[in-house]
């Protein structure tokens, strides 16, 4: 089971970090994937990390977000700064169990999803 955590309310500029937390497998074997989901908008790949570490992220917040993995709490988290009022979404994270190469911003390669947490961007 995942859980994403960490959403609220900010200002644009702000920061935020999301942490998806699992339950009954260690994260470090999975890649992981961090979608949103904006109102009336299809969910997109925002980033992931994979089981070796690798790192990607959408054009859209290359330098702004980081995402890590901390294996001593089976946690992976979306660290976001210089937050802008179009990062607002519902933001998901997911697990892909297949191994090897994967397609990380699509999101039919995760098979097991977490509950999402809001991010509102506003001044």
């Known amino acids: 089971q995942l859980q994403a955590s960490g959403g609220g309310l900010v200002r644009p500029g702000d920061s935020l970090r999301l942490s998806c937390a699992a339950s009954?497998?260690?994260?470090?074997?999975?890649?992981i994937g961090w979608f949103r989901q904006a109102p009336g908008k299809e969910r997109e790949g925002v980033s992931s990390i994979s089981d070796a570490g690798r790192t990607y992220y959408a054009e859209s917040v290359k330098g702004r977000f980081t995402v890590s993995r901390d294996t001593s709490k089976n946690v992976v988290y979306l660290q976001m700064n210089s937050l802008k009022p179009e990062d607002t979404a519902v933001y998901y994270c997911?697990?892909?169990?297949?191994?090897?190469?994967?397609?990380?911003?699509?999101?039919?390669?995760?098979?097991?999803w977490g509950q999402g947490t809001q991010v509102t961007v506003s001044s």
């Open positions: 009954g497998f260690a994260l470090e074997y999975f890649d």
């Open positions: 997911a697990a892909n169990s297949a191994g090897g190469p994967y397609l990380w911003g699509l999101f039919a390669e995760y098979d097991y």
